[in-house]
């Protein structure tokens, strides 16, 4: 079809949003398309900035077409199934899925090493049980590790993690930094993240040769949800919540882009200056208050012992993006050696499960995005490998059933083993 009727669709789509009695939005009736766009994502991309239907995903296939996925209320699915996009249906019942994806779960049982259950990763959770599961973490590793707090969110949230090193004592090596739940929705970013920190605690007190030189090696930083409350948003209102809560003067629009919100190739292609987009990058470089707080933090990390490694986790492409996303012409000057790590880091995600994970500079195996904090560090706190892995899943998408928590983790602890012994 011709974009001039997807601009029609544009006016046609303003829904009215159902509400459940605690006031958090139904997905009841929801239904997920993929839709093959011709190529012309960014046309169509600025058809859908001012609708009700919910961007979620954005795909450019190496051997075929770009898609988009999209969520449709019930209420719409007539006109947007009249309008005869080439599509295919991913769900026919959101709601249903957010349903299977399980109920929040319960805060596991301490083992005698005063460490959280393995069956933690049997369930999402809620954001106040993850800072508990930080602290009991941290308190069974208190040699080597601590709790630190970058800053706040724009609610006030405490934005915070963990440090951990290795036998040299801290701050003594360059720097290996995570953050995790930048999108609000992407809860299967935290709880990987999670289970890396697991891993790494205990298997160095069981003397596990590998994990000893990884931490003897890098000092770690991990942030698992650097954007407390859009995932809090997410838990309690709008399980599809993206961006951070920021209200802004002149505008209703609620929420920034903290992906887009970044200093490097801040306001270009693949970011939006219009509040209501999902993709809006703010006014200003870091006037987001989780960028700005995370911006001084690398700078402090850049100016001691460097960052090796910077990873900023998202769902759903099943991808391992290397600079740049704000460019696609430019590449940094290691990008041979970064896809040749990536590519046998994806080598060691598929063994487990046979998961596939596609690799290379995100503009060119995903799509542009200008203002992301991988660039950032690639370009503006030196980091070596300045990367954003999408985990799992391209079928299930944001909300991944919780049986594959555990999966997820495992294939991306065989990466992070092999990329951590071999960057
Ligand atoms: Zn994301």
Redesign the pocket.
């Known amino acids: 079809m011709k974009l001039t009727t997807a601009i029609w669709f544009t006016g046609a789509l303003k829904a009215i949003v159902l509400a459940n009695q605690d006031d958090s939005i139904s997905f009841e009736g929801f239904k997920v398309y993929r839709i093959d766009t011709s190529d012309q994502i960014a046309d169509l991309k600025s058809t859908f900035a001012d609708l009700f239907i919910i961007e979620l995903n954005y795909n450019r296939h190496r051997d075929s077409l770009a898609t988009i996925d999209v969520a449709v209320p019930p209420e719409h699915v007539a006109v947007f199934d009249a309008l005869d996009f080439n599509t295919t249906i991913l769900s026919r019942n959101l709601g249903a899925d957010i349903a299977t994806e399980g109920s929040l779960g319960n805060y596991p049982e301490l083992d005698d090493d005063g460490v959280p259950g393995l069956s933690w990763f049997d369930s999402y959770h809620a954001y106040e049980d993850h800072v508990r599961y930080w602290a009991d973490l941290q308190a069974s590793f208190v040699n080597n590790s601590e709790l630190i707090q970058v800053g706040y969110s724009f609610e006030g949230r405490p934005i915070q993690g963990i440090h951990l090193w290795g036998s040299s004592g801290k701050n003594s090596k360059p720097a290996v930094f995570f953050n995790g739940n930048?999108?609000a929705r992407?809860w299967i970013?935290s709880i990987v993240v999670e289970y890396l920190l697991y891993q790494i605690v205990t298997g160095y007190n069981k003397k596990d040769t590998a994990i000893q030189a990884a931490l003897d090696n890098y000092d770690f930083y991990v942030l698992p949800v650097v954007n407390p409350d859009g995932f809090v948003y997410s838990q309690t209102t709008n399980r599809l919540w993206?961006k951070n809560r920021q209200t802004r003067d002149n505008t209703t629009a609620v929420g920034t882009d903290i992906?887009r919100n970044w200093s490097v190739g801040f306001g270009g292609d693949g970011s939006s200056s219009n509040p209501s987009s999902e993709t809006f990058s703010g006014y200003q470089p870091g006037d987001a208050p989780e960028t700005a707080a995370l911006m001084e933090f690398a700078q402090t990390l850049a100016v001691d012992k460097g960052i090796k490694l910077y990873i900023d986790w998202?769902?759903y492409a099943q991808v391992i993006l290397l600079s740049y996303g704000y460019i696609c012409d430019s590449f940094p000057k290691n990008i041979d050696r970064q896809i040749s790590l990536a590519g046998e880091t994806a080598v060691r995600i598929a063994q487990p499960y046979n998961t596939t994970f596609d690799y290379g500079p995100g503009c060119l195996v995903l799509y542009q995005s200008s203002g992301n904090g991988r660039d950032y560090m690639t370009d503006a706190a030196g980091a070596e490998f300045g990367w954003g892995i999408?985990l799992r899943s391209t079928s299930y998408g944001f909300v991944l059933p919780a049986d594959q928590i555990l999966p997820s983790s495992v294939e991306i602890w065989e990466g992070m083993k092999y990329l951590w012994a071999n960057m």
């Open positions: 930048v999108h992407e970013t993206r992906n998202h769902s999408e």
